[in-house]
């Protein structure tokens, strides 16, 4: 089985950067990509961006490009979402989650995290 626990949400002023963590537990995670989505209030969940294995390759919504960095985390056996430049549309509940193959907008992951708020203010 896999678990996984986000961390690192919070409140953020527009302009601002957060960083957020994704520790994985389980015997299978470290076979699989990893990545994130978000859910907004009133809207469906959107893909945000994921990576690889050994992060060699690196995926991110239109959205968000050149504004959140995607990572490994060894030290929490998981991943980490960098996000720059915040702004009120990046409000959301961000989750963490892992499958066999690099997900996208359309292919989902199998392993979901509880997920995490992130708030900025404009």
């Known amino acids: 089985q896999v678990q996984l626990v986000e961390s690192g949400g919070g409140l953020v002023q527009a302009g601002g950067s957060l960083r957020l963590s994704c520790a994985a537990s389980?015997?299978?995670?470290?076979?699989?990509?990893m990545g994130w989505f978000r859910q907004a209030p009133g809207k469906e969940r959107e893909f945000v961006s994921a990576?690889?294995?050994?992060?060699?390759?690196?995926t991110y919504a239109d959205s968000v490009k050149g504004r959140f960095t995607i990572s490994r985390d060894n030290a929490k056996n998981g991943v980490s979402l960098q996000m720059n430049s915040l702004n009120a549309e990046d409000t959301a509940v961000y989750y963490c989650?892992?499958?066999?193959?690099?997900?996208?907008?359309?292919?989902?992951?199998?392993?979901w995290g509880q997920g995490t708020q992130v708030t900025v203010s404009s």
């Open positions: 989650a892992t499958g066999p193959l690099l997900m996208t907008s359309t292919h989902l992951g199998e392993y």
């Open positions: 990576i690889s294995l050994n992060g060699v390759i690196t």
């Open positions: 389980g015997r299978t995670f470290s076979r699989y990509p």
